[in-house]
């Protein structure tokens, strides 16, 4: 059983500070890894995506990922109130659908 | 009209109705799904239909029967459920051989009374 695993929170930050999102998966195998976020009532959106060691930096959002430790984050820089959602880790190992974890909820106070 | 599709957003039904759950995208990809969101509960994948051909069925009780008439369109027909049938169900698509991301509908809120 693949499985992707995220704290569920809330993690609660204040405004101005770094988020940090952390998510771990079992597949040794998988081989792109995928941030979506998920406002409260609305459907999940592809926020970030990694396919290598390393970091990714898109604006305020860095994504990072060490295949050896099965383990991929996401750092949210000078975090806002509207950075407020759920954060999904999904993992594709190439010839299955994508596997969600349960999203951790993420609470940025002004 | 861009993105995925769903119809209707908000649906209330009793045990013995017969309903369906409509999904288009306009994205011109060639996979399109079924997920079921559960409070609480990671996203649990129902249906994949590649190519319009069902290519997973990922334990679905048979009250739940989808259908995928053209690469754009996906129903999820739905008779008989129970209450815990109770979720957000949400269409997402991708194309295959692409880099994994699915695009996502904003979801039918599905309550069974």
């Given at each position: ?63 990072q990922l060490n295949k050896a430790s099965q383990y991929v984050s996401l750092l949210i820089r000078d975090s ?31 | ?9 908000h649906l209330v039904m009793g045990m013995t109705n017969k309903k369906s759950l409509k999904c288009e995208q ?88």
């Amino acid at each position: 059983q693949k499985e992707v695993e995220q704290n569920s929170g809330p993690l609660s930050v204040p405004e101005g500070a770094i988020a940090s999102l952390n998510c771990t998966y079992s597949d040794r195998v998988s081989q792109s890894f995928f941030w979506y976020r998920q406002y409260s009532g609305k459907s999940p959106e592809l926020i970030m995506s990694i396919y290598s060691n390393g970091d990714k930096e898109d604006g305020r959002f860095t994504a990072q990922l060490n295949k050896a430790s099965q383990y991929v984050s996401l750092l949210i820089r000078d975090s806002q109130p509207s950075d407020s959602a759920t954060y999904l880790c999904a993992v594709d190992s190439g010839n299955t659908p994508l596997v969600f974890g349960k999203g951790t909820r993420l609470s940025v106070i002004a | 009209e861009t993105g995925v599709t769903q119809t209707p957003r908000h649906l209330v039904m009793g045990m013995t109705n017969k309903k369906s759950l409509k999904c288009e995208q306009h994205l011109g990809h060639n996979a399109m799904y079924w997920y079921k969101q559960s409070a609480k509960k990671p996203l649990e994948l129902m249906f994949v239909y590649s190519l319009e051909e069902r290519v997973e069925n990922n334990s679905v009780p048979s009250r739940f029967s989808p259908e995928c008439p053209n690469s754009s369109h996906l129903f999820l027909h739905l008779h008989t459920l129970q209450p815990e049938d109770s979720a957000l169900y949400l269409c997402a698509s991708s194309q295959i051989g692409g880099a994994g991301e699915l695009f996502f509908g904003e979801g039918s809120r599905l309550t069974v009374l």
